[in-house]
């Protein structure tokens, strides 16, 4: 693989390989609400069990990807990479063959451990990767993320409907093609850190922003992760528990559902490639604040419409609720930009853990209240993304 300095020229096919990598890594994670359909099936487990599952799997990898990204910002590990698709690899196995309820929790656990590790150095090659064209080489790296994300739907109809608990295990094939391909990429990573050490290179930071205060920085951050927590919260109950309302309400079959989900999050991995290029020319807040304003009348009417008017609507929410996914972590990146790994962890790591707190309560509430009520009161979520609009504003960067 060829290489370049931070601030020079992109470096493509490292660009591509990370993002490649991604989709793996996230197709892996989406056998877990795949299989949520047939778990509740065919073991009986309530929407609470089913939370706890997703919790099991996010909050492992919220908690641990700070902690990762702020180690790796100390002392950079390339070949944490293919080690952490090795727990990965692991999880699945575990999954595919779990014969109780604990096991199946256990083995989650392993995944969501692989994605801890995963998450903030395959951030920190897209960064390295990049040269001038952040927004672009982020939205690579994070398309590649949601397209596995978006794989779910597929995955549950078309492999574990027919082959059941068990058709997990072809994903073994998937984590062995990403510890492959990640031991690649961290020996061009490992290569660039010894030439920078050798050459005692001095990466320039280039920042959208104007100076802050650290104050400033402070609430900028907060006002983050607040919309960062309205997203996902509102993303987990359309991609884990949406299906049931599709099910109970509309008496579609679980493949016919699967391909609503599925056209949610296909058209929101391409919302997620096209903010980052929108965002090097416009400016990152402006695209972050259309990706906010645009959702909140649609989430609104989403539980009330017709079943073909529910496909138009998940089309467009999921093009703008994914638009500014890449555009926040480059945006934290640049509020803090000596902390490359640790902004990364905390912005996605932290999507992690809101729907991992998100999975148990929006289970809880469908035992509770009912499948539709529930519907009606996450749609109120995204309204909380208006904070938005007292971010700092930035500016474009020209690109070299």
């Not at 952490?84 to 199946?104: D, Q, R």
């Not at 906010?292 to 009348?297: E, M």
């Not at 912005?347 to 991992?356: I, P």
């Amino acid at each position: 693989m060829s290489s370049s300095s931070l601030a020079g020229n992109p470096v493509y096919p490292v660009m591509f390989a990370i993002g490649g990598v991604h989709l793996l890594n996230d197709s892996l994670q989406a056998v877990i609400p795949a299989m949520f359909p047939i778990l509740e099936k065919d073991l009986g487990l309530t929407f609470t069990q089913l939370g706890l599952i997703a919790f099991a799997l996010n909050m492992v990898a919220s908690v641990l990807q700070p902690v990762i990204g702020f180690a790796s910002d100390k002392k950079p590990m390339p070949y944490a990479l293919p080690l952490g698709m090795v727990f990965s690899f692991i999880g699945i196995a575990g999954l595919a063959f779990a014969p109780e309820y604990w096991l199946i929790l256990l083995s989650v656990i392993f995944l969501g451990f692989g994605s801890a590790v995963f998450h903030p150095e395959g951030s920190r090659v897209s960064y390295m990767a990049a040269g001038s064209r952040r927004g672009l080489s982020q939205s690579i790296y994070q398309v590649g993320g949601n397209s596995g994300q978006a794989l779910a739907p597929l995955i549950s109809a078309f492999i574990l409907v027919p082959l059941g608990q068990r058709g997990a295990a072809l994903f073994l094939f998937v984590a062995a093609i990403g510890i492959f391909v990640l031991s690649k990429i961290s020996a061009w990573y490992k290569a660039q850190l010894e030439r920078d050490k050798l050459e005692k290179v001095t990466k320039a930071v280039l920042s959208s922003l104007p100076p802050l205060t650290k104050k400033q920085v402070g609430t900028a951050l907060t006002l983050l992760l607040l919309i960062i927590f309205a997203r996902t919260f509102y993303i987990t109950t359309i991609t884990s528990f949406y299906i049931f309302h599709l099910m109970d309400n509309y008496g579609v079959t679980i493949q016919q559902g699967q391909m609503f989900i599925f056209l949610f999050l296909g058209i929101g991995a391409f919302g997620t490639f096209f903010g980052g290029p929108l965002a090097d020319r416009i400016g990152r807040k402006r695209v972050i604040v259309l990706s906010l304003l645009v959702p909140i009348p649609l989430a609104l009417v989403l539980p009330y419409v017709a079943l073909p008017i529910v496909a138009l609507i998940l089309a467009v929410l999921g093009f703008f609720l994914m638009l500014s996914f890449s555009v926040m972590v480059v945006y934290a990146q640049e509020l803090v930009p000596s902390r490359i790994g640790t902004m990364s962890g905390l912005t996605v790591g932290l999507a992690f853990g809101m729907g991992a707190i998100g999975s148990v309560a929006i289970g809880v509430l469908m035992d509770s209240i009912g499948v539709y009520e529930t519907m009606i009161i996450i749609s109120l979520l995204p309204i909380l993304g208006l904070v938005g609009l007292a971010l700092p504003k930035d500016r474009k960067i020209a690109a070299s």
